[in-house]
């Protein structure tokens, strides 16, 4: 079968990494990458690249058509702590831009599509460590809200109208390619860059606020492990709970005192430590690694190695 992709949100964090690792997978020209605004150089001259507004259903449906896709990445997002300041705008790009690319995919314009969820769709009621991939969900942020209803609406239209939607929900991601992108998590991000340049951190959640988190090429081969694997086999069809490691600032800040042994960390947690303590601190993906094989490969002191690493580049 001819496979032709779209990546929607194609120059955020995730979607930087996904365009490259896709690209070098299957012919450049076979994936076309999309956003509100122009990519970097790289993106721009490694494949085709469409401007796009993910809000916009004509658009979007004229992308498809045009370069026949099968396959839709949507990446496109108001993350956590952004949507808290811009609650309406948040939710509108998170749900019509899901409904945009369902609703072509119920028409039978497109094959597939990935659509990210996120542990936001946890809230306080949640069980905190080893959370199931069924459990209580009574998310308290914007970001979780819609997260959660794209879950439902994915469900509901692979069941109604046998949509192939497959889905994960991602812990924090790391990665040293592109920077913090707004979210809760993003400390993690963060903390390697104020390493290298100031050998200080200053940290917006407590000390003790242990998160789910993964390494971006993790969450890459997660994603593209999830389309690949036979529809039969994608037992789940709201979105997987997906997990790597689990850690505090505090063990961040020891992993890089390994490599840096005067690095220093202070605390001042701001508005964001409401939204870490309504998330869990550790997640049962069972179902994902019984169901379509995923596993993951990088660890805590191996991920800092890494950062420090190509950041010190």
């Known amino acids: ?8 949100g194609a120059c955020g964090q995730i979607g930087t990494e996904l365009t490259a690792t896709l690209r070098k997978q299957y012919a450049p020209h076979k994936v076309v990458a999309s956003d509100i605004r122009e990519g970097d150089t790289e993106m721009m001259q490694s494949g085709p690249f469409e401007v796009l507004d993910a ?3 004509d658009a979007v449906q004229d992308v498809v058509i045009k370069h026949e ?13 952004t949507a808290e300041k811009f609650p309406m705008r948040g939710w509108n790009l998170n749900m019509n831009s899901l409904f945009n690319v369902l609703n072509l995919a119920k028409e039978g314009k497109i094959d597939k599509i990935f659509w990210p969820s996120s542990i936001a769709v946890f809230g306080p009621t949640t069980p905190k460590t ?10 308290s942020t914007v970001y979780g809200i819609s997260k959660q209803t794209g879950e439902r609406w994915c469900e509901y239209y692979f069941n109604k109208y046998g949509v192939d939607v497959r889905s994960i ?13 707004g979210g809760t998590t993003d400390y993690a991000v963060d903390i390697y860059h104020k390493a290298v340049k100031h050998n200080s951190y200053i940290c917006f959640l407590n000390a003790e606020t242990t998160l789910p988190m993964m390494f971006m090429d993790d969450a890459i081969k997660a994603t593209i492990g999830i389309m690949e694997a036979p529809s039969e086999q994608i037992k ?32 001042e947690p701001d508005f964001r430590q409401a939204i870490a303590n309504s998330w869990p601190q550790s997640i049962n993906d069972s179902s994902a690694r019984e169901d379509w094989g995923w596993n993951h490969e990088v660890e805590l002191d ?5 950062m420090l690493e190509n950041l010190n580049k």
């Open 1 to 8: 079968m001819k496979k032709r992709i779209l990546i929607i």
């Open 55 to 57: 809000m916009d259903y």
């Open 69 to 81: 896709i099968t396959d839709v990445y949507l990446m496109a997002a108001m993350l956590s702590a």
């Open 130 to 139: 080893d959370t199931p991939q069924r459990t209580v969900m009574e998310p």
């Open 169 to 181: 929900r991602y812990p924090g991601l790391i990665s040293y390619k592109t920077l913090p992108g």
């Open 236 to 267: 789940i069809r709201n979105s997987y709970n997906l997990a790597a490691m689990s850690f505090n600032p505090e063990e961040i800040a020891a992993s890089i005192r390994k490599q840096q042994k005067d690095f220093r960390i202070s605390y």
């Open 302 to 306: 191996e991920m800092t190695r890494i």
